[in-house]
Nanobody, 125 residues
Framework: QVQLIESGGGLVQPGTSLRLSCAAL????????LAWFRQAPGKEREFVGG????????HYADSVKGRFSVSKDRVASALNLQMTSLQPEDTAVYYC??????????????????WGQGTQVTVSS
């Protein structure tokens, strides 16, 4: 079992950047597929991007492709989400998740077993 702790959220202006981090407590990320999801008020939780820890293979939602980047820090056993060109529609609570989804389910929230508590990202002028 892995405990996930997100950090780095905040209030930023449109067009700026922000980096979120997800740390593993009591374990490492080895063997997991990791992902970032987000949930805006009144909306379902949606996939943002993810990485297979062993291979480093990344995958992204079309809505963030080219703006967001997922990376892993093996030394710190942390997962990062670098977000650029942020827009008000990116406002949401961002969650880190870990599990063993197959390729066809890696963008589905219920395919992940472990979740962080979430960190709020607000993009507003």
């Amino acid at each position: 079992q892995v405990q996930l702790i997100e950090s780095g959220g905040g209030l930023v202006q449109p067009g700026t950047s922000l980096r979120l981090s997800c740390a593993a407590l009591g374990s490492t990320f080895a063997g997991y597929t990791l992902a970032w999801f987000r949930q805006a008020p009144g909306k379902e939780r949606e996939f943002v991007g993810g990485v297979t820890w062993k291979t480093g293979s990344t995958h992204y939602a079309d809505s963030v492709k080219g703006r967001f980047s997922v990376s892993k820090d093996r030394v710190a056993s942390a997962l990062n989400l670098q977000m650029t060109s942020l827009q008000p529609e990116d406002t949401a609570v961002y969650y880190c998740a870990a599990g063993w989804p197959i390729a066809s389910t890696r963008a589905i929230a219920r395919a992940y077993y472990f979740w962080g508590q979430g960190t709020q990202v607000t993009v507003s002028s």
